[in-house]
């Protein structure tokens, strides 16, 4: 019964211990390709920066869809504002689009899969992970 509460114990205390964070190294690199799960159509890409969007896979003749989007985000040190490099193959054109950003850039994919990441196992942004 002592050994029970003991071990109780013990394990409450290791269990409320707080864990201590290693320092973020810089420059940090998040790297993701996305590619169209139908190959001919394309997937619907849009990208937000500021008040600029910009779609691909809106309209065929306008907007054609994307073949792949391969997007590299780059923080290069404390404080700094976030660079971001994206390049997009539309099913129309042989030649990528580069589009090259500063600041706060969100992103939404559809008709795509994740084929690439740098991102840890086990958060949904690895190709593996099955949420």
Request: hydrophobic letters at 40%; glycine letters at 10%.
């Amino acid at each position: 019964m002592v050994r029970s509460i003991a071990l109780l114990a013990l394990i409450i205390w290791f269990g409320t211990q707080s864990a201590k964070a290693g320092p973020i190294e810089y420059p940090q690199v998040i790297h993701t390709q996305y590619e169209a799960v139908d190959r001919k159509a394309g997937g619907h890409f849009v990208l937000w920066s500021e008040r600029e969007k910009i779609f691909y896979g809106l309209d065929q003749k306008l907007f054609p869809g994307a073949r792949f989007v391969d997007i590299t985000q780059v923080t290069p040190s404390v404080g700094s504002i976030t660079l971001t490099y994206v390049e997009v193959r539309t099913v129309a054109s042989t030649t990528s689009d580069y589009l090259y950003l500063a600041g706060n850039v969100r992103f939404r994919v559809s008709g795509m899969t994740l084929k690439s990441s740098n991102f840890p196992a086990g958060g949904g942004m690895t190709p593996n992970d099955r949420r």
